[in-house]
């Protein structure tokens, strides 16, 4: 179900694109079989493997910069080059993230005027609660991921921040004395890592309940 989800969210990529309304979106999403909860299912899952990719790559980052700190001449310069590019695509990923983690605030926004809205429109109080019941529970297990994914998000930032001073430094300062001054700082920046691998790891598992709970439901 999920795959044809992303095909369908890729295929309608144009749509919004072109600055479409969100009804009208939403209605072609509708006629491919896919509500709202659905839509917001599949961006959950879509932010959720870009947290994991974001956290692999400043890992690959992590250990671009131990090469340059430990290099002992000869391949300074390619140690360098490799550390710049994990830094650039370490800042990619983390744009990538946030600009998923904005996807799915816009269509839980959404998904939950909608679903408030039409608890108004049920006859039978017993069916009226119990969904109002499922609507608190979703909004509650839904601040949490979201609490849990833009807090990870935020730590990124101050860790790209050291990436770049290093990477800045070395390219005007590619030296064994310049090495030298950084190799002092690699716990540090090993420290800083391991903390955002443990926050992103914690969004992630939070998105993988959040999926859990609403696929299908």
């Known amino acids: 179900m999920m795959k044809r989800l992303t095909f369908a969210l890729t295929a309608l990529a144009l749509v919004s694109s072109l600055g479409a309304c969100s009804n009208a979106y939403?209605?072609?999403m509708?006629?491919?079989g896919y509500e709202k909860r659905d839509i917001l299912v599949g961006r959950v899952e879509t932010a959720r493997d870009s947290q994991e990719e974001a956290k692999e790559q400043f890992e690959s980052a992590l250990e671009a910069f131990r090469s340059v700190v430990d290099i002992n001449g000869g391949e300074l310069e390619s140690?360098?080059?490799r550390l710049s590019a994990e830094y650039n695509r370490a800042e990619a990923d983390a744009?990538?993230?946030r600009d998923r983690i904005n996807s799915v605030e816009n269509v839980s926004e959404d998904l939950?005027?909608?679903w408030r809205a039409e608890l108004d429109a049920y006859q039978?109080?017993?069916l009226?609660?119990?969904?109002?019941?499922?609507?608190?529970?979703t909004e509650a297990r839904y601040a949490s991921l979201i609490s849990q994914m833009r807090a990870a998000a935020a730590r990124m930032d101050p860790v790209l921040e050291i990436f770049e001073d290093r990477v800045l430094f070395l390219k005007h300062n590619l030296n064994a004395r310049a090495i030298a001054s950084l190799s002092a700082?690699?716990?540090?920046?090993?420290?800083?890592?391991?903390?955002?691998i443990a926050e992103m790891e914690r969004a992630i598992a939070e998105a993988d309940a959040f999926i859990a709970a609403n696929r299908g439901a």
């Open 26 to 28: 939403y209605g072609a």
């Open 30 to 32: 509708e006629e491919l």
């Open 79 to 81: 140690a360098y080059d």
């Open 95 to 97: 744009q990538r993230v």
């Open 112 to 114: 939950f005027r909608e």
């Open 124 to 126: 039978d109080p017993s």
């Open 128 to 137: 009226r609660e119990t969904s109002a019941r499922r609507l608190r529970e």
């Open 185 to 196: 700082e690699t716990g540090q920046l090993e420290a800083d890592v391991a903390r955002l």
